[in-house]
């Protein structure tokens, strides 16, 4: 029996029973989009990080509360709440020299920014007098803060685009008085336009304010991270040695990790693949609960078949013919489902893109293509076995 | 009525001269000791099925019915459709071939199923109880149909409890509780 007869057995079989079939592949298809969309969008946003990371230049290095492992959060996430880092700190690895050329710190948290009745959450960024220009951030309009505005704990602050718009209007921010927190702040200088990312937020609701108001703000006297400038590139590891060597004499080896751009990035990527493993894994749970659902129905179809079964056997059919026919089935059934849902998840994912950032990666289609196969060919065997077993005169007398 | 496995049994053994069906199947050889894919092998090739209940696939064509046997013997599509409108047009539906069983009579579906035990030229035609399910004349039409295809050379095999029926066979021989009681030619 050739194996395009079995398909077009199967097919007719399956169109036969529409409406049972599409409830069928329903597993299949949910499963497998759930995984693509679930997949794309964890390597959506490792893009988008990346990207971001290649924008900030790669001579920053990055000096991040509490203790980080090499082999990524080993020893916990970053400890921000209970940072230990300071101003003085910084001011310290500035003054260093070697292959360091500079180094700003800041405090950051989600806030809002009022103007006349008018309120709009974004990241309130407290920096220090070199901040802007250690992270090239610069203005479209009025000026940066600058270190006496830091020194003076003037209330300043730079806006980003979205915040104006939100809060402005047409109305030209500069000199007009915004609150955050309790504190009183003068617009002093627009962010140039710092790209957005969707629903991740772009830059463009910035706030930078000096440090030493953020920390009135805040609450807090500590810095979030510490941001160290090499004089090159090449001068990275030379300068990360520096840093400890200095913040080992002032604190303990686990109230801080100091890493460059690419062993941060490689850090985040890594989170991410992690939670985009568990997120396609928790997917694929409903994966195998389509396939369950394929085999329920295969042993509905060869108990309602058994007369069929009996006849194709009277006339000639070996067991592995029967077997065949109905493992082709369900291959069918589930290889249709996932196919659909490969179409519907790619799409979704597509879609979402103008708001959340996600990539269709070929890898993640072709294993949903071959997982769902093998879902079909493993939730499938069982009835088929049951069908092949069957005694011809017994079956023929089913009713 | 007979079971099916029996009837195959006391057919192979002692009615029929098992040389005449195959080298591969010697006489007295017990076919329950076959392997099933033997079994399906011997089903396909030299045994054609006529049951009381016709046992067509619904949702299927006439056509298609009766290809089916030619599926499992690996014969390709365009030679069964032509084996299949031959069988056909023997049993005299030639313009029936695309109609489901639901489309045709009873006694129409009978044919179908005679067409389809006939289309691997078997050595030997099992009918059980072909006309059980019929009416008299559909009944009539079907073993004159039985006749006409033993006297062009086929050997049938029918099990009946009806003695009308029986008369019409070349030999008749009577089973009591699985036992031979008598053969007469």
Do not use: C
């Amino acid at each position: 029996m050739d194996l395009s007869e079995i398909f077009r057995l199967s097919i007719r079989s399956i169109t036969r029973n529409k409406t049972r079939s599409v409830l069928t592949m329903l597993g299949i298809i949910i499963g497998v989009f759930s995984v693509i969309l679930l997949v794309s969008l964890g390597q959506g946003l490792s893009d988008f990080v990346t990207g971001q990371f290649e924008k900030l230049g790669s001579n920053i290095i990055y000096v991040i509360p509490g203790k980080i492992g090499s082999g990524g959060f080993s020893g916990g996430p970053p400890n921000f709440a209970g940072s230990k880092l300071t101003l003085k700190h910084a001011a310290d690895i500035a003054k260093l020299g070697g292959a360091i050329l500079d180094a700003g710190g800041e405090t950051q948290s989600i806030s809002a920014v009022k103007y006349r009745g008018k309120s709009m959450y974004g990241t309130v960024v407290g920096g220090t007098g070199n901040y802007m220009r250690l992270h090239t951030i610069s203005v479209s309009a009025g000026r940066a803060i600058t270190e006496t505005d830091v020194k003076l704990g003037r209330g300043v602050a730079v806006i980003g685009k979205d915040v104006i718009t939100k809060l402005f209007g047409q109305v030209n921010p500069i000199g007009k008085e915004v609150i955050i927190g309790n504190q009183n702040l003068t617009v002093i200088g627009v962010l140039s336009d710092l790209g957005s990312a969707g629903a991740i937020g772009s830059g463009n609701d910035h706030s930078f304010i000096p440090i030493t108001v953020a920390t009135k703000i805040f609450g807090s006297d500590n810095l979030q991270m510490i941001s160290i400038k090499a004089v090159s590139k090449e001068e990275i590891p030379t300068a990360i040695k520096q840093a400890k060597k200095y913040l080992l004499r002032q604190l303990k080896e686990d109230d801080f990790s100091v890493m460059d751009s690419s062993s941060l990035l490689s850090t985040i990527n890594q989170i991410l693949g992690v939670l985009t493993a568990a997120l396609g894994g928790i997917a694929a749970i409903s994966l195998v609960v389509g396939g369950v659902g394929i085999m329920n129905i295969m042993l509905v179809t060869v108990t309602e078949r058994t007369k069929e079964i009996g006849l194709r056997k009277a006339v000639g059919a070996k067991p592995k013919d029967i077997l065949i026919q109905f493992v082709i089935e369900a291959v069918v059934l589930s290889v249709l489902g996932g196919v659909i849902g490969i179409l519907i998840g790619a799409g979704g994912a597509l879609a979402m893109n103008s708001i959340f950032p996600t990539s269709v990666s070929f890898w993640s289609v072709s294993l949903a293509f071959g997982v769902s196969a093998i879902v079909g060919v493993v939730f499938g065997v069982a009835p088929a076995l049951k069908a092949s077993r069957l005694n011809p005169i017994d079956a023929l007398r089913y009713e | 009525m007979f079971v099916l496995q029996p009837i195959l049994k006391m057919a192979l053994k002692s009615v029929i001269n098992l040389n005449k069906v195959s080298k591969k199947y010697e006489m007295g050889e017990e076919v329950h000791n076959l392997s099933e894919v033997e079994q399906a092998n011997l089903r396909n090739e030299h045994i054609g099925f006529i049951f009381q209940i016709f046992n067509l696939l619904p949702r299927t064509s006439a056509l298609e019915n009766v290809e089916m046997p030619l599926i499992y013997s690996g014969v390709p599509k365009s030679q069964r459709d032509e084996r299949a409108i031959k069988a056909l047009e023997i049993v005299g539906l030639k313009d029936k071939l695309q109609n489901k069983p639901s489309q045709l009579s009873g006694g129409q579906q009978q044919r179908v199923a005679i067409a389809r035990a006939l289309i691997n030229n078997p050595s030997l035609i099992l009918a059980d109880e072909p006309t059980g399910n019929l009416d008299s004349k559909s009944g009539e039409e079907i073993l004159s149909l039985l006749n006409r295809l033993n006297n062009e050379g086929n050997t049938i095999v029918v099990v009946t409890h009806d003695s009308d029926i029986a008369r019409r066979a070349k030999r008749i021989i009577t089973i009591k509780d699985g036992e031979i009681v008598s053969d007469k030619k």
